[in-house]
């Protein structure tokens, strides 16, 4: 991932507000338990959500935001929504690349003794971290046991956001990822699977295509979601639409089984199905 600096007008000119020239400044006491607390509070939107994630009292947070209000002369988070103000974006966004720097200084120091250590923030879609991050964890601690990871699970339209501003290392997501500021590595292919009732004509076929589902209700992941936009854009070239009896913000084949039996307490098949 690219690192820019600020380019836009506004921008530089709350980087000039917030970071006056040495001269023209008595003292800085400005430290990094201050920027962390700001980026937590950015991060929970919360200051008692902060705190728990820093393992601290919410006094110790509060304390540490307001000192970094006054040694920067501005308000950072307005304490009526716990959301940055512009200024506190500003700062945000340098404590993110301060913290990020404080990290690899670890890592470089142990490349020079040919060691491989350090701390990784790693998001990871739920479908993916089900069977991916046991493995990882496991050659990890064979090959490289001192690299902790922090395993972040969420979506694709989560944790891209989170890539480009810093806040992970990398991403295990569904394609495609067309942003510029990121680099993309192809993995792998995952395997379609459709679950229906044994009961259901579809299940009598070992495949089916797009072509076969549209003429049947679908319970379906929730428009946005890099799956369903996958999957709509594939049956528009070919002509057809899907229908959802349902939609789901949260899917994968453990979910898609606990909704069929639901749906209908039967035996359930597993088809894979193509798009053509």
Not at 1 to 26: F, G, K, Q, W, Y
Not at 208 to 220: F, G, I, R
Request: hydrophobic letters at 45%.
């Amino acid at each position: 991932m690219n690192v820019t600096e600020a380019s836009s007008t506004d921008e530089i000119a709350a980087l000039h507000r917030l970071c006056p020239p040495l001269d023209d400044r008595t003292h800085s006491d400005v430290d990094l338990k201050q920027l962390r607390a700001l980026l937590a509070v950015s991060e929970h939107r919360s200051f008692s959500a902060a705190a728990r994630a820093l393992h601290t009292e919410q006094s110790n947070i509060s304390t540490h935001v307001s000192r970094l209000e006054r040694e920067m002369g501005v308000t950072l988070i307005d304490r009526a929504t716990n959301e940055l103000t512009e200024e506190g974006q500003v700062v945000a966004e340098r404590a993110r690349r301060i913290e990020a720097e404080f990290t690899a200084l670890d890592s470089d120091i142990a490349s020079l003794r040919d060691e491989v250590r350090g701390r990784v923030r790693l998001g990871v879609i739920g479908t993916t971290a089900r069977w991916l991050v046991p493995r990882l964890l496991e050659a990890l601690d064979q090959h490289h046991p001192q690299v902790k990871v922090v395993v972040l699970d969420a979506t694709t339209s989560s944790l891209v956001p989170q890539l480009v501003a810093g806040l992970i290392d990398l991403a295990v997501v569904n394609m495609p990822v067309n942003d510029p500021e990121l680099m993309v590595e192809p993995l792998f292919d995952e395997d379609r699977i459709l679950v229906a009732p044994t009961s259901h004509p579809l299940a009598k076929q070992d495949r089916v295509t797009l072509a076969d589902l549209a003429q049947h209700e679908l319970l379906l992941e929730a428009k946005g979601t890099s799956f369903r936009e996958e999957l709509d854009a594939e049956a528009a070239d070919q002509g057809v639409e899907l229908l959802a009896k349902a939609e789901f913000l949260k899917s994968g084949l453990e979910s898609s089984e606990k909704i069929a039996n639901f749906m209908c307490p039967l035996q359930v098949a597993m088809l894979e199905f193509d798009y053509i």
